[in-house]
């Protein structure tokens, strides 16, 4: 199944996976406890973005196209520069 016949929504842990093979030269951690970590600082980001969505409580879902840009920036720019520039503009 390619990225076009995906859905644009995802499981949360499942997109970040995919982002991180999309961009190795990020040189990001994999797995459940590196994407839990990447939430401690980017989640605030992602959430104004709507990129990421909480549901049913502890469960995250989140937009594969605003994901990859958002996520982009925060690791790149920093959380702070990516929160001053906007980002989801």
Not at 57 to 81: C, D, M, P, S
Request: glycine fraction near 6%.
């Amino acid at each position: 199944m390619t990225q076009q016949n995906k859905s644009d929504w995802g499981l949360a842990d499942e997109v970040y996976e995919e982002f991180c093979i999309a961009h190795p030269e990020l040189f990001m951690q994999q797995g459940k406890w590196a994407f839990h970590n990447f939430l401690r600082y980017a989640r605030h980001q992602l959430m104004a973005s709507d990129a990421i969505r909480k549901v049913k409580g502890k469960h995250w879902i989140a937009n594969r196209k605003t994901f990859n840009q958002v996520a982009f920036e925060v690791v790149t720019l920093g959380y702070e520069k990516a929160v001053t520039d906007g980002v989801d503009e």
